[in-house]
């Protein structure tokens, strides 16, 4: 059996011998330890950092969060430093797979919220079981097939005589017909990805139910050619009426093939790994959760980059792009998400906030809200941190609330008056009764 190891973000790891390991600390192999280092080297040339090497043999995780097999076998799987206490383990699974969900909007129609609490597996394995889960379900619906255009030579006729070849056969070969015929085959753009993700799939899950439907689904499709080329079979995936029943099974199909990743690893090595940056997956959970909350007619925008710092020579100098815009009737908020631990208990007079966060945020204000209006800064929430601060303002008419965004729930926490959020409404209704 390979060798599950789980930690969380920021996690020390080292090939020494470690007596109790903990989510903080762990211990690697020799061949995991150098092919971690190596592939941190394709990801600093990218201008990531997976790791940072401390010493020869300890290095630090970074703010990914996933899933990783190396060559050797071992798997590494990465949780959220969300939750303060060590035996964390099932609850960090079951938030980062739901910011997984809500974030990539994947389906939902087989997980539902006590699936989430039992299903007690590693990221990898859960995300094959529920491709396996839909394509099984749209199996049983029946696989949508196409008539394919064949020429051949038989010595029968069958469909349409091809004249013009038949005219040129060589003596003593008249009795062999060429003909054009229609062959109602399952060759199809749809069913061949399904096809490599499935195979994917069988190669990579350790998981005794997910290896026995995923071989199962396997000899159905035994027509079904393997995609050659993925990303143009991705193009033609065809989104007609007659082809809604292949909808839920797409996201999934996209997540094992690696299409739709924010970062997955790529190399010669092919294992079951998906990293996802701990910010990035953050801001758009915030982005996915507040568009589910907002009233019916306010509008939420994601990365807006119509404004610049500066001019020079006559062009545009320096992009502003905040996270998130809300807009509602004649007013606007800018939105900028966080993934850190802030700390209101008053041991740190500036709560760990950034003074450099604090001038991209009066950039932004100055830009999009023309000086006057109001920004947010959204952390995730935590017990020192489970209250709004109190508003900083930049000047009288450009003030900027810091906000803690429930993550269990979903739901932005103290926002100011007037924010267009059916969960704002109902408070501001509990508070006056």
């Not at 097939?145 to 006729?157: A, C, G, N, P, S």
């Not at 993550?407 to 409404?425: C, D, I, K, T």
Request: net charge neutral; aromatic share 10%.
């Amino acid at each position: 059996m390979k060798p599950v190891i789980t930690v969380r973000e920021y996690a020390r790891l080292t090939t020494d011998k470690i007596t109790e390991p903990t989510l903080d600390l762990a211990q690697v192999s020799v061949s995991a330890f150098d092919w971690l280092c190596k592939l941190n080297a394709t990801f600093s040339n990218a201008g990531a950092a997976l790791v940072q090497l401390e010493n020869r043999c300890l290095l630090k995780l970074d703010n990914y969060v996933g899933v990783l097999e190396t060559p050797c076998g071992t798997r590494l799987e990465i949780l959220p430093k969300h939750f303060e206490r060590e035996d964390c383990i099932k609850q960090s699974r079951v938030l980062l797979r739901r910011m997984i969900q809500v974030s990539l909007d994947l389906p939902t129609r087989e997980v539902g919220a006590a699936d989430l609490q039992n299903f007690d597996a590693p990221l990898s394995e859960w995300v094959m079981g529920r491709f396996l889960l839909a394509l099984d379900h749209l199996i049983k619906r029946g696989l949508r097939f196409d008539y394919q255009r064949v020429e051949e030579e038989q010595r029968f006729l069958r469909g349409q005589l091809d004249g013009v070849k038949q005219m040129r056969q060589p003596p003593g070969r008249q009795h062999h017909f060429q003909i054009r015929h229609d062959i109602y085959l399952p060759d199809r753009p749809e069913n061949r990805l399904l096809k490599f993700a499935l195979d994917e799939v069988c190669k990579a899950t350790k998981d005794a139910g997910n290896w026995r439907l995923a071989h199962e689904l396997r000899r159905v499709l035994l027509e079904v050619p393997r995609s050659r080329n993925v990303q143009q079979d991705f193009n033609q995936w065809s989104s007609e009426r007659l082809m809604a029943h292949y909808v839920p099974v797409k996201p999934w199909c996209e997540l094992i093939i690696k299409q739709k990743i924010p970062l997955a690893v790529a190399g010669e090595w092919h294992g079951m790994s998906l990293l996802f940056p701990m910010e990035k997956l953050f801001e758009r959970y915030v982005a996915a959760s507040l568009d589910k909350d907002l009233l019916q007619d306010a509008r939420l925008k994601t990365q807006a980059h119509t404004e610049y710092l500066c001019q020079h020579k006559g062009k545009n100098f320096f992009q502003l792009r905040p996270d998130l815009m809300v807009l509602h009737q004649n007013k606007s908020w800018v939105l900028d998400t966080k993934w850190k631990r802030l700390n209101s208990s008053g041991e740190d007079k500036s709560y760990g906030l950034k003074q450099s966060d604090f001038y991209q945020l009066f950039a932004y204000g100055h830009k999009y809200l023309a000086g006057e209006g109001e920004l947010v800064l959204v952390y995730p929430r935590r017990s020192a941190f489970d209250a709004p601060l109190q508003v900083f303002e930049f000047a009288p008419e450009l003030k900027l609330w810091v906000l803690p965004f429930d993550m269990e729930r979903g739901v932005l926490l103290g926002a100011p008056e007037g924010f267009p959020l059916h969960s704002q409404q109902l408070q501001s209704s509990e508070q006056s009764a």
